[in-house]
């Protein structure tokens, strides 16, 4: 079997280049891997977008559409998502999955999925929802601005909690670096299961403070018990970003999972 082409779907904030540090040793690898630019995610930290504010279902409708171009082209795709993420890439799955496809003679298709300590809700719970169960003294600062695009007002105090694995100015710098966000993309309520449709996979980051290990694993058991099938879940020693903080480790992660898309 070929080798599966990978789609990186970034969390809240995240522009691309942000996942640089892992998309380009994979591909090193001879893998087929690209992260997207999220619709809800700005253009740069003191920039949204122009128009109405982009929601959740925006954010899957643009992933379904670039995991559809890869099948179309007869190519097996794993969606790996990260933190926010995880919200919009499940809710896109519907229809794409390679067995569905299949089944209307349709050529590749999604076969994985792989959740970087990301936020997996329940049908009808949003990542508001699930955030919601967080301990307060964890909880991100968040400001909007007057057009509705989220930003972080004190880069510090962000950073001590998503890349608390760096020192503060290493990680201020990191936060610096985040694009605006919009604020109704929180609020999108799942509506598809797609971790029904195919594997999951599951790097769980034990120190992470912004997605805490207890609701990691909660989701872990929801999927397994919403989908009858076990997770593969990996645990490592990292906080909220290890695209940035424990980048080998990921980037193993990514190829395992690519190499598990494959068996």
């Known amino acids: 079997m070929s080798k599966p082409s990978l ?18 040793p994979v591909i090193a690898r001879g893998y087929e891997i690209r992260a997207l630019h999220l619709p809800s995610v700005g253009l740069a930290a003191d920039k949204g977008r122009e128009g109405s504010l982009p929601t959740m279902y925006d954010d899957a409708a643009f992933i379904a559409q670039e995991a559809e171009k890869l099948a179309d082209q007869g190519k097996a795709v794993v969606l790996i998502a990260h933190s926010y993420g995880g919200v919009p890439t499940t809710q896109s799955v519907k229809g794409l999955a390679a067995s569905e496809r299949k089944k209307q003679g349709k050529p590749g298709g999604i076969v994985r999925l792989a959740y970087m300590t990301s936020l997996v809700p329940a049908v009808g ?23 509705g695009w989220m930003y ?3 880069p510090s105090a962000t950073a001590a909690i998503t890349v608390n694995h760096l020192t503060p100015a290493e990680g201020e710098a990191v ?33 992470d403070l912004c997605i805490p290990p207890n609701i990691q694993k909660a989701e872990i058991d929801m999927i397994e018990k919403e989908s009858g099938n076990k997770v593969r879940v990996t645990r490592i020693p990292a906080d909220h970003c290890p695209n940035i903080t424990s980048t080998q480790e990921t980037i193993d ?11």
Do not use: N
């Open 152 to 154: 972080h007002d004190q």
């Open 253 to 263: 992660w990514i190829v395992d999972v690519a190499e598990q898309a494959q068996a």
């Open 175 to 207: 936060i610096r670096r985040f694009a605006r966000h919009s604020s109704v993309s929180f609020g999108g309520e799942l509506t598809y299961p797609g971790y029904k449709d195919v594997p999951v996979s599951y790097l769980l980051c034990e120190d």
């Open 7 to 24: 789609l990186l779907i970034p969390g809240s904030f995240c522009p691309p280049e942000l996942y640089d540090q892992v998309v380009d």
């Open 125 to 147: 719970v949003s990542a508001a929802g699930v955030l919601a169960e967080v301990p307060q003294e964890q909880k991100l600062d968040l400001k909007i601005d007057e057009t």
